[in-house]
């Protein structure tokens, strides 16, 4: 329970960061990956460690077909099977065919690269619940940090109403310092839950910015995405997060903003490091926690600010527990109003 859900998919990074013949190399749940785009423009991710001597692949070279070990040479197709071993001669009787390289599973989507991490058979047929932006953005801006702090607790940040008002409370983000109490409609999705509200004008002024009052619905979606969707009129504005687990004890925060209207682009080089202060607040908070848990590992989850982080646990258990029987995935969740100050 404590390990993030192996059967899932992980942002791994931006789409735009796998072009032409470059080779990444990728942390994903302590697995060491690289990660490429082919000639034909199809994402391929492959474990990033030579069958020969271990030597990472992501150092070697890439022509769009075949990866080549620095090493000695070996070459290997995207789709990890080995394609050459030019060491051998003609006395060399061996089939190197057989030789591969672990492959995992890679999609695009909202214009990112998703990794799913599992080894082994798969659970049920279901198709993956990536998330996807439904209006053509005029632009938008990603900023991604690492955290050293654990897959669950950096996730929980993500569905936690109650550290806003004490950790991210910047001027341009929290303008009145004094709780408030809030009612909330929580209901059911298919891989998590939703909080749908209007935001007042006294709202923060990142909403103001977009005239009216706008309507926020903000979706958590298992392994570890959250999706806040804003509506005012015909402009739109998406801010999703995603938490990727690196290692057992690192996991990477990435926030993408995406909008509608044209002109916020000019807003773009001011918007960056404000967007990155926010995430640094969590990043430092987080930090600090996770020491604390690594002394005592347990929490106490406490009042109706803290139900939608025992969602969290809810839903991932149920998954682990769908996955062990090979049935789908079903919600245990209920719709629900919450009320807290914040
Ligand atoms: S380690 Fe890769 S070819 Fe030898
Ligand atoms: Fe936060």
């Not at 070459?75 to 190197?96: I, K, W, Y």
């Not at 929290?174 to 935001?199: I, W």
Request: aromatic share 10%; charged share 25%; net charge positive.
């Amino acid at each position: 329970m404590r390990r993030p859900l192996a059967d899932a998919w992980y942002c791994v990074g931006r789409a735009t960061d796998f072009a032409g013949n470059a080779l990444r190399a990728v942390e994903l749940d302590g697995e060491q990956m690289v990660v490429g785009r082919d000639a034909a423009g199809a994402l391929f991710a492959l474990r990033d460690r030579c069958p020969h001597r271990g030597m990472a692949l992501s150092k070697g070279r890439f022509d769009g077909a075949a990866l080549t070990c620095p090493f000695h040479g070996w070459r290997f197709g995207t789709d990890g099977r080995c394609r050459d071993v030019p060491t051998l001669s003609s006395a060399d009787a061996a089939d190197f065919s057989r030789i591969a390289v672990q492959r995992f599973p890679v999609l695009e989507s909202a214009g990112f690269a998703w990794v799913n991490p599992h080894l082994g058979p798969r659970g049920g047929a279901e198709p993956p619940a990536l998330p996807a932006l439904d209006f053509e953005p005029a632009g938008c801006l990603v900023v991604a940090l690492e955290v050293e702090a654990s897959f669950d607790l950096t996730t929980l940040s993500l569905v936690d109403p109650g550290h806003v008002a004490f950790v991210h409370d910047s001027w341009w983000f929290r303008p009145s310092k004094e709780l408030r109490e809030k009612v909330k409609r929580f209901a059911p999705t298919p891989h998590g839950f939703t909080m749908t509200s209007h935001a007042t004008t006294k709202s923060s002024p990142v909403y103001r910015l977009l005239g009216g009052a706008p309507e926020v619905e903000i979706e958590f979606r298992l392994p570890g995405v959250r999706l806040e969707r804003i509506r005012a009129g015909a402009r739109r504005v998406a801010n999703y997060t995603f938490a990727t687990p690196m290692s057992h004890d690192r996991t990477l925060l990435t926030n993408a903003l995406y909008w509608s209207m044209p002109a916020l682009n000019l807003l773009k080089p001011l918007a960056r490091p404000l967007m990155r202060q926010f995430l640094t607040q969590d990043q430092q908070v987080l930090q600090h926690a996770q020491k604390g848990l690594d002394r005592k590992p347990t929490m106490v989850l406490f009042g109706q600010s803290d139900l939608p982080s025992q969602w969290y646990f809810r839903l991932k258990r149920e998954a682990l527990q769908a996955a062990r029987e090979g049935r789908p995935f079903r919600n245990p969740l209920q719709p629900q109003e919450l009320r807290w100050r914040s």
